[in-house]
């Protein structure tokens, strides 16, 4: 099933917010491929982080990961009104044998 | 640069078959599996399977086995995914994904399937 995401978050701009993931022992718990997506309207996903903690080339320092047990976290710092959009957790597990999504979160820049 | 286009919108009636395609350039085909995801209207990502270019080997999400196939053509670079009897449900944007090794670097435009 997929996995747990916040509906929604909101923060003003300059501030940090926290996005969780929770999974289980079989896919984020075991999985060191995890990944985070940007999704704006209208769009196709972006890759964010990838690894858990990594950053696609060219992306910026304010996006950051971390995960314990089977939560994974991803931090948003320093607010900009572009970061606005949905927000996706994914984990492959089980040796690339299955693919799983959060439920996504809207971030909301007040 | 990196790039994966997909064929345009479809509208089908309950029970037809669709077929998506997704045409690569940039890299090289083979080298990259490409996975397949759908977003219904207003929901979430969904993922339904992926294919190796390089092998043939398929691995589809169990909830779409037996009604999905994903195949590619090397000489085309583009990768397809055809799912059968559609049901309203099924209504939705998918999206190929090249997958690098456990995350999805690049995507497609979508293409919106309509089941009416």
């Known amino acids: 099933s997929a996995l747990t995401q916040p509906a929604s978050v909101s923060g003003s701009p300059g501030q940090s917010i926290t996005i969780s993931c929770t999974g289980t022992s079989s896919d984020v718990g075991s999985s060191t491929l995890l990944s985070w997506y940007q999704q704006h309207p209208g769009s196709a996903p972006k890759l964010i982080l990838y690894e858990g903690t990594k950053r696609p080339s060219g992306l910026s320092n304010r996006f950051s990961g971390s995960k314990s047990g089977s939560t994974a976290s991803l931090t948003i710092s320093g607010l900009q009104a572009e970061d606005e959009a949905h927000y996706y957790c994914?984990?492959?597990?089980?040796?690339?044998?299955?693919?799983?999504f959060g439920g996504g979160t809207k971030l909301t820049v007040l | 640069q990196i790039q994966l286009v997909q064929s345009g919108g479809e509208v089908k009636k309950p029970g037809a078959s669709v077929k998506v395609s997704c045409e690569t350039s940039g890299y090289t085909f083979i080298t990259y599996t490409i996975n397949w995801v759908r977003q219904a209207p207003g929901q979430g990502l969904e993922w339904l399977g992926w294919i190796s270019p390089y092998t043939g080997n398929t691995n589809y999400a169990q909830t779409f086995q037996g009604r999905v196939t994903m195949t590619t053509d090397t000489s085309t670079n583009t990768a397809y995914l055809e799912l059968r009897g559609l049901r309203s449900d099924d209504t939705a944007i998918y999206y190929c994904?090249?997958?690098?090794?456990?995350?999805?670097?690049?995507w497609g435009q979508g293409t919106l399937v309509t089941v009416s």
């Open positions: 994904a090249r997958d690098s090794i456990g995350w999805f670097d690049s």
């Open positions: 994914c984990a492959y597990a089980d040796g690339f044998n299955f693919v799983v």
